[in-house]
């Protein structure tokens, strides 16, 4: 039975864990965002190119490895925890697979030349310390299954810290994106170590109903290969650049992707947080919370979106020093990606839950395809062009999810 007291209760605790969420994530991102930002003043443009085309190798390394783990381990463990030791080690097992495999076809490309041999100094140690993240993002799914999200607030702070100490004095010393690079992996690997230490605390170690590693992954790798191909999209735009216009330009992209990626940080709290309600939900109380979910993400997009647009001119003006109008184009135009990416981050997770992954991995696997197939294209405008291919492709996708929301809807109020 539910009474007013009990349901006052619920909806206190959503706030708290979205608060503890919103505050560790913004803090994070605004610490990346200074790091980024006086990394651009000690590195030189093509340097700090070479650095962020590294950091988004390392991003597509981290959701290649942690393989949709994280949304599995909150969805496996709702009301059972007594298998989270056993999962524990399964997750183990298969990221550290993963990462190695992934490295080495890495470190393959550059051997056959298909990439810049210059840039494998500064992109291979990123990738490694993208591995360490994607273990981290994984520990953070026990975090949120255990209910301990001032424990995964706390680590994310701790993250963001290390991260802005580590890095910027590396720069400060060396110059060099390479010696940059070391540094990101080191400080990843130690915070890996943190992060195991404490999921072993709360998950504890058995082996006792221990799902087999390729059971896992095949449970896993559609929601893993859905936000590999969303971490795919910037590098596939920052590869044409990098052809086509030289590492100063990719420089300039990835530094209003980077701003355009801190401002979307709600989503990702946005999603963090329903997800686990939906759900704990119960068949009635689905609905409501999936039109919640959805008119939270359209809200808050816009109102991102419209700030990331007024103040453009001053964000680009932190960046590299002196005025930057190429960069500030790049700033308003993601600003209207900024709404499309809330609202399909929400109906496609929604469809996830209800199963539907393999549909939503086909969405965006068509977007994939046709943004390789419109960049060369697209580059003939340059930076515009680029950006430009970003815009589209992040409406269209939200377009789609959101033709299906009403189908949806009905399909979860009724599973």
Not at 99 to 120: H, K, N, S
């Amino acid at each position: 039975m539910t009474s007013p007291v009990r349901a006052l209760a619920d909806k206190f605790h959503l706030l708290r864990n979205l608060v503890f969420l919103t505050g560790s994530m913004v803090l994070l991102r605004v610490l990346s965002a200074t790091t980024t930002i006086v990394l651009t003043h000690w590195l030189v443009v093509e340097d700090y190119g070479r650095f962020s085309y590294g950091q988004s190798v390392a991003l597509l390394l981290m959701f290649g490895v942690s393989v949709g783990l994280p949304t599995y381990i909150v969805k496996e463990l709702a009301g059972k925890n007594e298998t989270a030791g056993a999962l524990l080690k399964a997750c183990l097992k298969l990221i550290m697979g993963l990462a190695f495999l992934e490295w080495l076809i890495l470190a393959g490309v550059f051997l056959l030349g298909i990439l810049p041999a210059d840039l494998a100094r500064t992109v291979l140690p990123m990738a490694v310390g993208g591995a360490a993240l994607a273990g981290n993002m994984v520990f953070q799914g026990f975090f949120r299954a255990f209910d301990r999200f001032s424990l995964q607030s706390s680590l994310l702070i701790l993250q963001g810290i290390l991260m802005l100490v580590i890095l910027l004095s590396s720069a400060r010393i060396y110059s060099s994106s390479e010696a940059v690079a070391w540094a990101f992996a080191g400080t990843a690997g130690g915070i890996f170590l943190l992060h195991g230490f404490c999921a072993y605390r709360l998950a504890g170690w058995s082996r006792q109903g221990e799902p087999e590693t390729r059971v896992l992954l095949k449970g896993t790798l559609p929601f893993g290969l859905i936000d590999w191909i969303m971490a795919g999209y910037p590098l596939v735009v920052g590869t044409g650049l990098l052809f086509s216009g030289g590492e100063a330009e990719v420089g300039i992209f990835y530094a209003g992707f980077a701003v355009f990626s801190a401002v979307a940080i709600t989503a990702l709290v946005l999603d963090q947080v329903f997800v686990r309600e939906i759900m704990r939900s119960g068949a009635e109380q689905r609905e409501r919370m999936t039109l919640l979910y959805i008119l939270a993400a359209l809200g808050a997009g816009l109102a991102v979106g419209v700030v990331l647009f007024l103040l453009a001119e001053q964000l680009a003006s932190l960046f590299f020093g002196g005025e930057q109008p190429a960069l500030v184009m790049v700033l308003k135009m993601l600003s209207l990606a900024v709404t499309f990416r809330f609202v399909s981050l929400a109906s496609s997770s929604i469809e996830r839950l209800n199963g539907a992954q393999n549909r939503v991995l086909f969405i965006h696997a068509c977007g994939l395809f046709f943004l390789m197939l419109s960049v060369p294209v697209a580059l003939r405008w340059g930076l515009v062009g680029g950006t430009a291919s970003v815009v589209v492709l992040e409406g269209c996708l939200a377009g789609l999810f959101l033709l299906r929301r009403r189908k949806l809807i009905s399909a979860l109020c009724f599973t």
